[in-house]
C-alpha cells in the first residue's frame, strides 16, 4: 500500500508552508496506449485553479493545494476519465482521501468506497467525433423492406398469368369464385352497402353481384366490364 | 413498441444528422495552429535554432511566445513541431536548451520547472520550485531564474527567485538546495553556471548609482556554501552589461564598467581579480548565443563591433565587424552552430532605403577567420523592421558556408531566409487577433456578351458565331453534369470561379473575407474557404511615424456590403499610442477584398494611411443603425462622425432624438453605468454632445465588468407557438443588453448578470451567481430573447448540490401569460409596457470550462439557433437549442409537449463528441466566436479566433435547402432504369394477355 504523500515546502523568508500535494498517475491501456495518444493533457482540481501536467511517465502531481474538498478532473482533448472527489483533511498527519464521483450527482455526502492516494487513472474511452458515411451498394439497397415488397410485388405481377395458365381448371373457377366475393364484398364496402358486403362474405354460394352505384365506377374489375359490354 | 419510443426519444435527444465526416475534414473547416509573437526582448525567450542528433541531425527553431507558448517549429516548412500552452499566471520567464532537452521556468521567480523533450515535446519532468505566491516579482520576468546542466549525468541546476539554488535529479528529486538568506544585502543572483566540482551563483546588487557584482561558489556534490563575495565593480546597465563566458571548466564573468571591458576568471576561492581589456571603449556587449562556447560580442562606441573569444583563461578579440552606414539601422547579431558544433557568428544590417538587409558571416574556424556576405530583400511595407535574428549554418564543403537565419519582425511575424531564398513565413500577430467581422465577397457577373451600342448585322453574326463555337463544350458539359454529375453541397469545398486577383464568393457565400486586425499594426483580410492571407496591410503612424508608436485596433465596422452595389468596405477605429504618450484616434477605411484604401482624400505612400479623427483617446464608437456612419465620442462626449460629410450628418441629425446608448463613466471613483443622449447645444459647440439620462443603480460593492449588446439579427417568428395551440410572444426589445459586474471586494463574492433596458435603465432581469475565488468568469450571449451564460458553481455543501461548470439558459417572453402580446419590438423606450415581461430559465451541468460563447447566425433567422461554446480542453462545441430549451418539463412529456418537440429535463447536457465541430483539431485558448450568414438560409459560418484560428460552417436545422448529400444519386438513376427495363418488359406480355382477352372470352 502506498502511504499518503504530503510535501512539506520548507522555503527561505523564514516562512513555513504546508502545501498538500495531490498525487497519481495515468496508466496506459489499449485505449490509450501512450503519451503520444494522449497528447497535452493535464489534471484539474475544480475549475482549474490547481493543477498539474501529465508527464511522458504518465506521472503527475498537482501541487500547493490548500485543505477543502475538491473533483478531480483530467483535462484532456480525446479521452474521457473517471471525476474524483478529493478531500484534503488539515489534520496531523494530513489525509488526502479520495472517492469515485459521478457528474450530475450531488457530491455530499462522499460515496464510501475509499480510493488510494496516489491515485491511478485510466483512460475509458476515447472520442469518435465522426459518422460514417452512408455508403451506396446494390445489395443494401434491395435489402431494404420497402424495395423487398416492390420485388414480390413485381414477381407476382409477372408471375400469375403463367401461374394461372398452368392451374387445374377447377381450381382456378374455385378461385374465381372467391375472387369475385371478395370483390363483391370490395365493391359493397366502398358504397358503403355494408350489410349485403358481410352477407356476401358470409353465404358459401357465390352471390349475385350488389348492382353497382354509379359512383363505385373504379372499383369495378375492368375485364368484367368489357365482359358486360360483350353481353 | 416501448422501445421503439425509447429509440425515437433517444434520436430527438443526440440528433447525429449534423455530425461531421470523416471526409469533411479540410472540406468545410480549417485549423491554423499558431505559437503567438516571439518573445525578443531577452535571450532567454528569444527565438533560437538547436539541432540534435550525431550523425542524422534535426533541427528546430525553439521560442518562448507573448501567447505564454513554449514552440518548437521545424525550419524546414515552418509548421508547429510541439508547443506547449501555459496557464495564465504562469508566465515563462525563460527556457534553457541543453542536448536533446529545452527546461523552462515559469511563474512568479521561477516557480515552476518543467522539462522537454525537444524534438517531440513530451513533458518530463514538472516540479514546483518554490510556491508561486512567495516568488519575487522582477522586471523582466527572468531576472532571478537561470538554469544549469550537471557536467555530468542529467541533473539540473535550478536557481529561481533571485537566490534559491537547487540540484534536482531527473524525476525532480532535490539532491540539495541553498537559499541565499540574506535580506540585508539585496542581491538577486541571475545566473548558475557549473563545472565539475562548483557550482557558481553570479548576481547584482543595487549601489545608489550602479549594479555591483557578486558571486557565490557551492560545492557540486553537496551544495555547501564554500565562498561568497562581492567583486569591485560598477556596472550601469545591470544584468544587460553583463555575462558569463564558458569554454569547459573555464569560466569567465564579462561586464563592461564605464565603457571598459572587464572580465573575472571563476575560481573555487575566488581569489583572482579583475581585468580590463585594453584599448577601445565599448557600449554594449552582447550575448550572441555562443557563450557555451567562450564567444560573445562586443560593440564599439563608434559602432563597429568586435568578436571576443575565451582563450584559455583570456579574453581575446578574434574579429572586427566594421560600423554599418548611416542608411542601415543598427545591426542585430545572432550566433550559430553548424553539424559538428563549430561556431558563426552573423551580423544582419537592414536598410529601409534600399529594402533589403545585409548578412555578414564570419566562420572561425575556416582558416584565420572567413568571412560571408549576402543580401536578402526585406519587405518593410508589410513587415515592418526586423527585430531578431538567429542563425543556422552548415558547412557543406571546405570554404563554403551556407546559412539560414529565421528572424522576426516588429509586425509579429516569423520568416526563414535561406542565404536570399524565403523559405516560409508564419503570421503569429494573428495569435493576438484585437477585432474580426465577416465580409461578403461580390459574385463574379460575366460581363463578356454584352454588345455595343450600334452593331451591324455583320457584326452581330461574327459575334455570336465566336459565342456559339463554345456550345459543343457547353452541351457535353450540361450532359455530363445532368448524368453523372454531383452538384454542390453544404458539406462540399467551398469553390470560387477563377478570378485573376480578385476574390469573388462561391455558389452559396461559403466563401467570404474575415478581415481581422491585430495589434501589431496589421490587418489582414482571411480567405474562409481556406484560412489563406487573401491582403494585408500595415497601419501608417500618421504624424508618429517621426517618434516612433503603436496602433491599436478597437472597433471593426462593416459600412458597405455587396448588397449596396459597389465593393465591400470597412472602417477600422483605433487608437494610436505614439512614443510621446500622446493619443490619438485613427480611422482606417479599406476594401475589404482587395485590401486598399478607400479613405477619401488619403493617398498610401508605403503603408496603409488613416484619418485622424479625436485628438485624444476614444470613449466609445457605434455604428448607426443605417451602418454606414461610424459615432465616436472622445472625452468630453463630444460626437464625431466617419465620414464626415453632409449626408451623414443630416442623417445623423435625424436620428439624434432616438439614440440611446450605456456609458461607463467614473463616477465618485466608482464605475457606473450611466444611459447617454446627444444634443446639440449651439452656443456651446458646433458638436453634438452627449448628456447622461439616467444612472443604473448598482450596489456599491459591484464593479461593472462587462457590457454586452444584443446582435441585431433577422427575426422570422415573433412568437412560439405551444402545443395547445396558444402563442407565447417573444420579448424582442432591441435596446435591451447584458451587464456583468464583479465583486470589488472578496465579500460577498458573487457575481451580478442584468438585463437593461438601455433607453431608461429600466432592470428585465437581475440574477447574481458565486464568484469562483472572486473572479468572475462568466461568458454570456444574448440574441432576440434568448439569453444564455456559463459560469462555475463552487458550493457543494447545500443538499444535491456539487461544484461544477453550469450553464444558464433564459427566454423572456412578452406579458405574463400566453397569448398575452406588446409588441415589445415596436413598444416606445417609455411604454409602461416595456417591463410586462416573464421569464423562462433553467440551468444546466455543462461537462467542460468555457472561454467564449456564441449563437449561430443565418440569413432570415429561419433556422434554429445553436449555441457555439468554446471549451477550455481546447474544443469548439455546438449545443443544440432544444437541449437549451428552458421549458423542458421536470416530468414525462405530454402529447402536447411532445408536439412542441419538447425533452425531459436532465441536469447534465451530455459530452456528445459527434457535437464536436473542431474534432481532432485542438483549437487554443479562444477569446471570441464570430458567426456570419451564408447565401443559404440553413447554413452559418463560424470563426473563432485566440492563440488558433479555426473556421467551419454550420446548419443547425440540417441543410434543409440544398440537396441532402445522402441523397443518392446512383440509388434513383438504378431505380428509375430498373422501372424502365420493367415496363419495356412487362409491355408486350401486357399487349399479349389483351389480345388473348379479345379473342378467348
Request: hydrophobic share 40%.
Amino acid at each position: 500500500m502506498v502511504p499518503w504523500i504530503a510535501s512539506l515546502l520548507l522555503l527561505g523568508w523564514l516562512r513555513i508552508v504546508i502545501a498538500f500535494a495531490v498525487k497519481g498517475d495515468i496508466l496506459w491501456n489499449d485505449i490509450c496506449p501512450g503519451p503520444e495518444k494522449l497528447g497535452r493533457s493535464k489534471v484539474v482540481l475544480d475549475e482549474g485553479k490547481y493543477y498539474g501536467g501529465i508527464q511522458q511517465d504518465g506521472k503527475f502531481t498537482i501541487p500547493g493545494v490548500p485543505a477543502g474538498t475538491y473533483v478531480l478532473s483530467v483535462s484532456t482533448h480525446d479521452f474521457i476519465f473517471d471525476q474524483l472527489r478529493v478531500d484534503i483533511l488539515n489534520t496531523t498527519p494530513p489525509v488526502i482521501e479520495m472517492h469515485p464521483y459521478i457528474p450530475g450527482t450531488p457530491l455530499n455526502p462522499p460515496s464510501s468506497v475509499i480510493l488510494p492516494h496516489p491515485i491511478s487513472l485510466v483512460a475509458r474511452q476515447k472520442h469518435n467525433y465522426f459518422v460514417a458515411h452512408e455508403s451506396f451498394s446494390l445489395l443494401a439497397m434491395f435489402k431494404n423492406p420497402m424495395m423487398m415488397i416492390m420485388l414480390v410485388t413485381a414477381v407476382m405481377a409477372i408471375g400469375t398469368p403463367y401461374l394461372m395458365k398452368n392451374m387445374d381448371p377447377e381450381a382456378l373457377e374455385e378461385m374465381r369464385a372467391s375472387q369475385a366475393k371478395i370483390a363483391s364484398a370490395q365493391s359493397a364496402f366502398a358504397t358503403g352497402d355494408f350489410k349485403s358486403s358481410i352477407s356476401a362474405l358470409m353465404s358459401d354460394e357465390p352471390a349475385a353481384m350488389p348492382q353497382p352505384q354509379p359512383k363505385a365506377g373504379p372499383a369495378q374489375n375492368k375485364s368484367r366490364s368489357n365482359k358486360n359490354k360483350r353481353r | 413498441m416501448r422501445l421503439g419510443r425509447l429509440a425515437s426519444s433517444l434520436a430527438l435527444v443526440f440528433p447525429i444528422a449534423s455530425a461531421l465526416h470523416e471526409s469533411d475534414v479540410g472540406v468545410v473547416d480549417w485549423h491554423k495552429k499558431l505559437v503567438g509573437v516571439p518573445l525578443t526582448s531577452s535571450s532567454a525567450t528569444a527565438p533560437v535554432f538547436h539541432r540534435v542528433g550525431e550523425e542524422t541531425t534535426h533541427s528546430v527553431i525553439l521560442t518562448a511566445t507573448a501567447s505564454n507558448v513554449l514552440a518548437a517549429i521545424f525550419p524546414e516548412n515552418g509548421t508547429v513541431a510541439w508547443r506547449y500552452i501555459y496557464e495564465s499566471g504562469d508566465n515563462i520567464a525563460s527556457f534553457h536548451i541543453h542536448k536533446n532537452v529545452v527546461a523552462s521556468l515559469s511563474g512568479p521567480g521561477g516557480a515552476t520547472l518543467r522539462t522537454f523533450d525537444i524534438l517531440n515535446g513530451h513533458l518530463l519532468l514538472e516540479q514546483r520550485i518554490h510556491e508561486p505566491s512567495h516568488g519575487q516579482l522582477y522586471e523582466p520576468s527572468h531576472l532571478g531564474t537561470s538554469v544549469a546542466y550537471a557536467t555530468e549525468g542529467s541533473d539540473l541546476v535550478v536557481l529561481s527567485n533571485g537566490g534559491f539554488v537547487q540540484r534536482l535529479d531527473n524525476l525532480g528529486t532535490a539532491k540539495w538546495s541553498w537559499n541565499s538568506s540574506d535580506p540585508s544585502a539585496l542581491v538577486i543572483f541571475s545566473k548558475v553556471v557549473t563545472t565539475t566540482t562548483h557550482v557558481y551563483a553570479i548576481g547584482l546588487s543595487k549601489t545608489p548609482s550602479s549594479y555591483k557584482l557578486h558571486v557565490a561558489v557551492l560545492s557540486a556534490g553537496t551544495g555547501e556554501l564554500t565562498q561568497l563575495s562581492d567583486i569591485s565593480s560598477s556596472i550601469t546597465a545591470g544584468l544587460n552589461d553583463l555575462m558569463v563566458v564558458r569554454r569547459a571548466d573555464e569560466v569567465l564573468v564579462v561586464w563592461l564598467e564605464q565603457g571598459s571591458l572587464k572580465y573575472l576568471t571563476l575560481s573555487p576561492n575566488l581569489q583572482s581579480s579583475p581585468t580590463a581589456v585594453k584599448g577601445s571603449a565599448f557600449k554594449r556587449i552582447v550575448d550572441v548565443g555562443l557563450s557555451e562556447y567562450g564567444q560573445f560580442l562586443a560593440v564599439k562606441d563608434d559602432g563597429s563591433s568586435r568578436i571576443f573569444k575565451l582563450d584559455g583563461s583570456a579574453l581575446k578579440s578574434i574579429w572586427e565587424f566594421s560600423a554599418s552606414g548611416n542608411r542601415r539601422a543598427d545591426p542585430i547579431f545572432s550566433g550559430g552552430r553548424d553539424k559538428k558544433g563549430n561556431p558563426y557568428i552573423a551580423q544582419v544590417r537592414w536598410s529601409h532605403a534600399l529594402n533589403q538587409a545585409a548578412v555578414d558571416v564570419y566562420t572561425g574556424h575556416l582558416g584565420r577567420g572567413v568571412m560571408t556576405a549576402y543580401t536578402f530583400p526585406f519587405d518593410t511595407q508589410s513587415h515592418g523592421i526586423i527585430t531578431h535574428a538567429t542563425l543556422d549554418c552548415v558547412n557543406p564543403s571546405e570554404m563554403t558556408v551556407v546559412s539560414r537565419l529565421a528572424i522576426t519582425t516588429s509586425t509579429g511575424a516569423m520568416q526563414l531566409w535561406q542565404q536570399n531564398q524565403h523559405q516560409w513565413t508564419r503570421e503569429e500577430s494573428l495569435s493576438t487577433i484585437a477585432v474580426a467581422e465577416f465580409v461578403e465577397l461580390p459574385e463574379k457577373v460575366d460581363i463578356s456578351h454584352i454588345p455595343k451600342e450600334r452593331e451591324t448585322f455583320g457584326q452581330r453574326l461574327q459575334r455570336q458565331v465566336m459565342e456559339a463555337q463554345d456550345f459543343p463544350q457547353y452541351a457535353l458539359k450540361f450532359v455530363k453534369r445532368f448524368a453523372t454529375g454531383s452538384y454542390a453541397s453544404a458539406s462540399s469545398a467551398a469553390v470560387a470561379p477563377d478570378s485573376a486577383g480578385k476574390p469573388y464568393r462561391d455558389a452559396f457565400g461559403f466563401r467570404q473575407v474575415v478581415v481581422v486586425a491585430t495589434p501589431y499594426s496589421k490587418v489582414f483580410g482571411i480567405d474562409s474557404s481556406n484560412g489563406e492571407i487573401l491582403w494585408s496591410r500595415m497601419f501608417g503612424l500618421g504624424w508618429a511615424t517621426e517618434v516612433g508608436g503603436s496602433i491599436l485596433p478597437v472597433k471593426l465596422y462593416v459600412t458597405q456590403t455587396v448588397h449596396d452595389g459597389d465593393s465591400p468596405q470597412v472602417v477600422i477605429v483605433a487608437q494610436r499610442r505614439a512614443e510621446n504618450t500622446l493619443i490619438d484616434t485613427v480611422v482606417y477605411h479599406i476594401d475589404a477584398s482587395s485590401g486598399e484604401n478607400v479613405a477619401p482624400g488619403v493617398v498610401d505612400k508605403d503603408v496603409l494611411e488613416g484619418v485622424d479623427i479625436i485628438s485624444g483617446p476614444l470613449v466609445e464608437s457605434f455604428i448607426l443603425p443605417d451602418h454606414k456612419v461610424v459615432l465616436m465620442l472622445d472625452e468630453f462626449l463630444q460626437v464625431y462622425l466617419y465620414p464626415d460629410t453632409k449626408e451623414a450628418t443630416a442623417s445623423f441629425t435625424k436620428l439624434a432624438p432616438s439614440l440611446h446608448f450605456p456609458l461607463r463613466v467614473n463616477v465618485d471613483g466608482q464605475r457606473r453605468l450611466v444611459g447617454q443622449q446627444v444634443s446639440l447645444n449651439a452656443e456651446l459647440s458646433d458638436r453634438f454632445v452627449a448628456h447622461p439620462t439616467w444612472t443604473l443603480s448598482i450596489p456599491p460593492s459591484e464593479d461593472i465588468q462587462t457590457l454586452l449588446p444584443a446582435s441585431h439579427e433577422p427575426i422570422a417568428s415573433f412568437g412560439k407557438v405551444l402545443g395547445n395551440r396558444t402563442t407565447l410572444y417573444k420579448y424582442l426589445n432591441p435596446r435591451m443588453f447584458a451587464l456583468l459586474t464583479a465583486p470589488k471586494a472578496t465579500q460577498p463574492a458573487s457575481c451580478a448578470i442584468y438585463l437593461v433596458d438601455s433607453a431608461k435603465g429600466s432592470v428585465l432581469h437581475r440574477t447574481s451567481v458565486p464568484a469562483s475565488g472572486g473572479v468572475c468568469d462568466v461568458h454570456m450571449s444574448l440574441v432576440e430573447n434568448w439569453f444564455s451564460y456559463y459560469y462555475y458553481d463552487p458550493e457543494f455543501t447545500g443538499v444535491g448540490q456539487s461544484k461544477g461548470h453550469r450553464m444558464v439558459t433564459v427566454e423572456l417572453y412578452e406579458g405574463s401569460q400566453v397569448d398575452e402580446k406588446t409588441k415589445s419590438s415596436e413598444l416606445s423606450a417609455f411604454s409602461d409596457k416595456l417591463l410586462d415581461v416573464s421569464t423562462f430559465e433553467q440551468a444546466y451541468i455543462f461537462p467542460h470550462g468555457v472561454t467564449a460563447l456564441s449563437t449561430t447566425s443565418t440569413k432570415f433567422g429561419i433556422s434554429t439557433k445553436d449555441l457555439i461554446v468554446a471549451t477550455k480542453n481546447h474544443k469548439i462545441l455546438s449545443i443544440p437549442r432544444r437541449v437549451l430549451n428552458p421549458r423542458r418539463p421536470n416530468r414525462k412529456v405530454t402529447a402536447e409537449e411532445q408536439e412542441e418537440q419538447l425533452i425531459h429535463y436532465d441536469p447534465l447536457i451530455p459530452d456528445d463528441p459527434r457535437r464536436t465541430l473542431s474534432h481532432n483539431y485542438e483549437v487554443a485558448n479562444v477569446r471570441r466566436i464570430v458567426t456570419a450568414p451564408a447565401l443559404l438560409e440553413s447554413t452559418s459560418l463560424v470563426f473563432a479566433y485566440g492563440l488558433d484560428l479555426f473556421f467551419t460552417r454550420v446548419a443547425p436545422s440540417n441543410t434543409f435547402d440544398v440537396l441532402n448529400e445522402n441523397f443518392n444519386k446512383g440509388q434513383l438513376v438504378v431505380t428509375v432504369t430498373g422501372l424502365a427495363v420493367a415496363i419495356m418488359v412487362t409491355r408486350p406480355m401486357v399487349k399479349r394477355k389483351r389480345l388473348q382477352e379479345r379473342w378467348y372470352q
